[in-house]
DNA sequence: TTTAAAAATGACTGATTATTCATTCAACAA
DNA sequence: TTGTTGAATGAATAATCAGTCATTTTTAAA
């Protein structure tokens, strides 16, 4: 049900989210559509890799597949290209949060999507650092877009969070403020990969997070909550997480190549 | 023990930090010494402010008061005047931090240590920045500069959390790791203060954030000493800042009766 | 099939800028 | 004073690259 509404939210808002400061040549909205997230996904993979100034646009039109020129059809700048680029990876980011699995408790929901948060910041590391290396690259008139992806994105984790405070889980704290913390424990681990890798297995790294977030966090009934949520975990790592394959339970997250 | 090794440590350590793979074509190490500070202190200015690809070398000139030929006798590349630059802020914040006032308490150390590392952020913001921007477009071989700089850094904060441990007021989590979020917590403040600056004040971010890590990590005798810490925090506040429980009984400042 | 509009091409241009180097300067010793 | 050396200069160079535009190709309407 949640998963319906939200992808309903998002058919409609995916559009709006390409910005109109970024003005095109091309007539048919859909081929305008097609081509830019071409030159969004191709610039995102570049970008990330060698970094936005190192990026000439030839290169850029290679990954795409066409011409140079073809790509001043669809953005006037190359700035306009960083723009497209990052909100790529921002709506990417989100749309994968929003279709982690849901549940009933509360605070399960929040570990869930500390979790998928986690996930795809692992899974798209160069892109999550992309985002914060870049923005700073942007003219000041496009960063608004930037913010607004990114606050949309962490008003799926306020919601949650909200929803611990007041099933009385959470002390009354600000919600906002909480969520930033829990966004950025999530960025963290692509941040500093190259440090907690060494330290620290994925999932234990979600999960200690999640276990220092709600001992500070948690009331009396929360800690019940919580333990309770520790429990049911613990049951669902012994018999399997997705597959119906291996018999190591749900620890094959934690290493990647 | 570990203590005493640390200082040793930078003592001795504070010239290694710069590196040798950056090359001069000048003899007198004193003058690449003084030169060199000059280029990085004006490059870590010109960098925070228009990032580093947008900074020409003959503006970085102009900034260092010299021509923009002589750079090129300290230094090879623009890369190598980063290397500089990033280093001469990590330095210094490593120094902020150490000359931080001390204490008895393990866990008012660790405060007090938080409290020095977010402060150092928030007076430079924009260098902080730059080096979570800009070190990605170092050359490979340079990055382990930093990367260096930065967990000698981290190392202040690490024995604290060890002391807090042993003196059995923290659980025994792992050190670095917790270091590494105290640290995130810090840098968050410069990373997101265009959100933060709206929710909350710099104090309360420090206390706030102290305040959520000792309730995650705390036991129950650190419980305590975390509530003798707090009250007396409580009873400084009401005098003054700075002075460091002497005895003078707020004679030359009374803030209000 | 013809035609015209839209889409796509890629060689070119103009501006920018890291780096070089022939020259000047300053300090000091003979 | 003169000569030598290392430091400093800044105009010139060489390379790069964002952005343009005259031309070609594709699409689809007539």
């Given amino acids: 049900m949640t998963r319906q509404r939200a992808s ?14 970024v003005k095109s040549q091309v007539a048919d909205p859909e081929l305008v559509q097609r081509r830019r997230e071409q030159i969004a996904a191709a610039a995102a993979e570049l970008f990330s890799k060698n970094g936005f100034y190192r ?23 190359k700035e306009d290209v960083l723009l497209l680029a990052l909100l790529h990876v921002m709506n990417r980011f989100r749309r994968e949060i929003e279709q982690a699995e849901d549940a009933e408790s509360p605070l399960e929901r929040v ?5 998928a948060y986690c996930r795809v910041v692992d899974q798209f590391k160069a892109a999550a650092m992309l985002a914060y290396r870049s923005t700073m690259s942007l003219p000041l008139e496009h960063r608004s877009y930037i913010k607004n992806a990114e606050i949309a994105t962490n008003e799926l984790i306020a919601t949650r969070v909200r929803d611990c405070i007041e099933a009385g889980f959470f002390r009354k704290v600000d919600a906002d403020l909480v969520t930033y913390q829990l966004v950025l424990h999530a960025h963290a681990w692509s941040l500093k990969s190259w440090r907690f890798n060494k330290l620290i297995s994925f ?5 200690s997070g ?48």
Same sequence: chains 1, 2.
């Fill in 203 to 207: 999932d234990d790294y979600v999960a």
């Fill in 111 to 115: 570990f869930i999507a500390l979790e």
């Fill in 8 to 21: 309903e939210f998002f058919t409609k808002d995916h559009a709006d989210l390409v910005p109109d400061v």
């Fill in 55 to 77: 990026t000439t646009m030839q290169q850029l039109a290679r990954q795409c597949g066409f011409s140079s020129g073809l790509i001043y059809q669809y953005a006037e700048t």
């Fill in 210 to 257: 999640f276990d220092m977030f709600v001992l500070a966090l948690v009331t009396d009934s929360g800690r019940q909550e919580y333990q309770r949520f520790l429990a049911s975990r613990k049951k669902a790592a012994k018999s399997k997480r997705r597959p119906p394959a291996s018999a190591d339970g749900g620890q094959k997250l934690s290493k990647q190549s």
